[in-house]
């Protein structure tokens, strides 16, 4: 499940209108974007044609009863992004939370925890078209079993409009499987 919470005394707040893929509605779609020095830098840009899997399955769900399959032999720069979703004007200016579970399926990545990694996790601010880097970028550090990637990011003054994004910054060099 992907979850984006405030994280003041109110407890979690998920601002995804389809939290956890569980109404077979993916609520995700795949991008492709630039890297420079591995950091997300141009526009987002519909489709990647290196993700040849990207499906919901009900095949060993990590939570309830669905989680997304993500498959290929996957370039860096490409990778799956949430659908935007608005924030509360009180969560302008904020520090947010979000967490995921995932797992490595089948290939190899790197999961390090450093820029070395073949995924990392940035925040796409759709109302100024910007790349936010989130402490947690290179949280997908668990390369057996099911593990937990989380982290925070600042909210802008003027942003209400966002989007979480799952990148490939180092590109596999063969077929890899992962779900989310």
Known sequence: MIQTTDLPFLGPKNYFLNPGIETGRQGWGLFNTTLTSKIPTGSV????ASITTFTTTSTNPLTGTLSLRVAGTITAGHGFIS??????????????GFSFSFEAISGTMDFSGTSANTWAV???DVTASTWIQPAGVYNLTQSSGVGLCSGTFQTTAASTQYRLAVVCITATGGAVEIKC
């Open 83 to 96: 659908d935007t979703f608005t924030i509360d004007r009180k969560d302008q200016a904020k520090v947010m």
């Open 45 to 48: 840009t519909a489709g990647a």
């Open 122 to 124: 940035y925040i796409y």
